[in-house]
């Protein structure tokens, strides 16, 4: 089984829509990030969270919002799907140790139509 | 905030050539440099990393050089395969904070 699990794999919505992507892991590790891939614009890192009761934002975080359920659980939410939010959605692990390391999930392709 | 530029953005090569990927940062401070490789259909992952207090690191046909003066970086690759093929991000990040990427360099090794 994958150390680091997204849901769904492909999901395609339509505008206005609320949509909620999730992420669970079995690395026992207390950072979690969510990146968003464009072709050509490289990994963009949305929100992270340190721990359970820490959330921040990156750099792209505007219409999105995220919720640490659990250690081992991390979504991300967008409240109101908008085109240009069509993307490729990773997440990923980190142990605070060696917080460079980063375990990725499979990926979420997301498409707003 | 840091700044990561890579290039090229793609390469193409015949098997059994050398590539190299190329990387700078813009903020002084930064000391973990690691790259990751990502396969068709799958999340990157780490391939090697290099700390600040290093030169040059070496892991079988891949190595990768940090020249801090200059602030850059780069991932050789060596008697190229075509497995080899997938995109290659650099990152940079300051201490134990974020990293931040570069925009990817897709590699294209023909048989």
């Known amino acids: 089984d994958a150390d680091v699990t997204q849901t769904p794999r492909n999901r395609i919505t339509k505008t206005g829509k609320r949509i909620m992507l999730e992420c669970s892991q079995t690395?026992?590790?207390?950072?979690m990030y969510w990146y968003r891939q464009d072709p050509g614009l490289g990994l963009r890192l949305i929100y992270y969270?340190?721990?359970?009761?820490?959330?921040n934002k990156g750099e792209i975080s505007d219409g999105y919002s995220v919720s640490r359920q659990a250690q081992a659980k991390f979504s991300l939410s967008l409240e109101s799907a908008i085109p240009n939010q069509t993307a490729l959605y990773f997440c990923?692990?980190?142990?605070?140790?060696?917080?460079?390391?980063?375990?990725f999930g499979s990926g979420t392709q997301l498409s707003v139509l | 905030g840091e700044n990561v530029e890579q290039h090229p953005s793609t390469l193409s090569v015949q098997e059994g050539d050398s590539a190299v990927i190329k990387c700078t940062y813009s903020d002084s401070a930064s000391n973990y440099f690691p790259w990751y490789k990502q396969e068709l259909g799958k999340g990157p992952q780490l391939i090697i990393d290099i700390r600040s207090n290093v030169g040059e690191k070496k892991d079988q046909r891949i190595a990768v050089t940090l020249n801090k003066t200059a602030k850059h970086f780069s991932l050789h690759i060596t008697e190229t395969q075509p497995e080899d093929s997938a995109v290659y991000f650099c990152a940079a990040s300051i201490g134990y904070s974020t990293l931040t990427f570069g925009k990817g360099t897709m590699l294209l090794v023909s048989p």
């Open positions: 990923a692990t980190s142990d605070p140790t060696r917080p460079w390391i980063l375990f």
């Open positions: 969270s340190f721990d359970v009761k820490d959330i």
């Open positions: 690395k026992g590790h207390d950072r």
